[in-house]
């Protein structure tokens, strides 16, 4: 199969933009239709946690009625958070041809008509980049303070953790090349909820990867309600610090065994 109608050799060429779902039947069309009227070539695959509200169903007649075959479903059979949906995404793009790898959430906070700022990057070699909301230009609309001072905090303890530079590495809005996806064990990621990003982002940063941030607009949803939760929190919080520890570890590790 063709992964989107190739403009010349850049891996932008071949792009997937996988869209995790789960009761999001007000949204998914408007952010279909964004995104193929910024970039027309480029494939959507969305990933369904089988919505009661039938926001997979609506994605089918989509697909159906779309006579260049950009729009494509995964249909999952129960709710198993963002990071199983992704995986998912990643392994079926892995089976096709797709040369770089979106990451976009559904309710429009992520602006399609900004993909292409991801899409340059990558075309200009990094193997990672994350559109972020913390960088020069970067910015956020509509925010509950307290989302937004959650999130700030989220990243400054990710990266004082981790020993990481990227100030947005909570964001899920993300390119991927193929390489990085092939090169990392997808099977061996756990993460649920929104730590999946960070947990991808280290990853690939250990793995010795590039990875990249550009700025972007954070726009809150206007539909439908946020999947944040306590759980998803806690589960950032102890992982994060865990990874940390580990590395730290590893690193006084390397040192003593050098004297």
């Known amino acids: 199969m063709s992964a989107g109608t190739p403009t010349g050799d850049k891996p932008s060429a071949h792009t997937l933009v996988i869209i995790p779902t789960y009761n999001e039947r007000e949204n998914i069309g408007l952010i279909i239709g964004r995104l193929h009227a910024a ?75 900004q993909l292409h700022r991801l899409l340059d990057k990558i075309d200009a070699g990094a193997d990672v980049v994350a559109g972020s909301r913390y960088v020069p230009g970067g910015s956020v609309v509509n925010w509950p303070r307290r989302r937004e001072i959650l999130s700030r905090g989220g990243n400054i303890y990710s990266q004082l953790a981790l020993g990481v530079k990227i100030k947005d590495i909570t964001g899920g809005y993300r390119a991927y090349r193929r390489v990085v996806l092939e090169t990392l064990d997808l099977g061996a990621i756990e993460s649920a909820g929104y730590c999946f990003q960070i947990d991808m982002g280290w990853r690939a940063l250990q793995a010795g990867f590039t990875m990249v941030e550009v700025p972007i ?41 050098k004297k």
Do not use: C
């Open 217 to 257: 607009t954070f726009t809150e949803r206007e539909f439908g309600e946020s999947k944040m939760s306590g759980n998803i929190i806690t589960e950032a919080f102890t992982k994060v610090l865990g990874w940390g520890m580990k590395n730290r570890w590893n690193k006084l590790r390397a040192l003593v065994g």
């Open 39 to 113: 970039l027309p070539a480029t494939h959507v695959l969305v990933a369904d946690d089988g919505s009661p509200d039938g926001t997979g169903e609506i994605v089918d007649k989509l697909a159906a009625d779309d006579p260049d075959g950009r729009i494509h479903v995964l249909h999952r059979t129960e709710k198993n958070g963002l990071g199983a949906a992704y995986i998912a995404g990643f392994q079926w793009a892995l089976e096709r041809d797709y040369q770089v790898v979106v990451e976009m959430d559904a309710d429009g906070s992520h602006a399609p008509e």
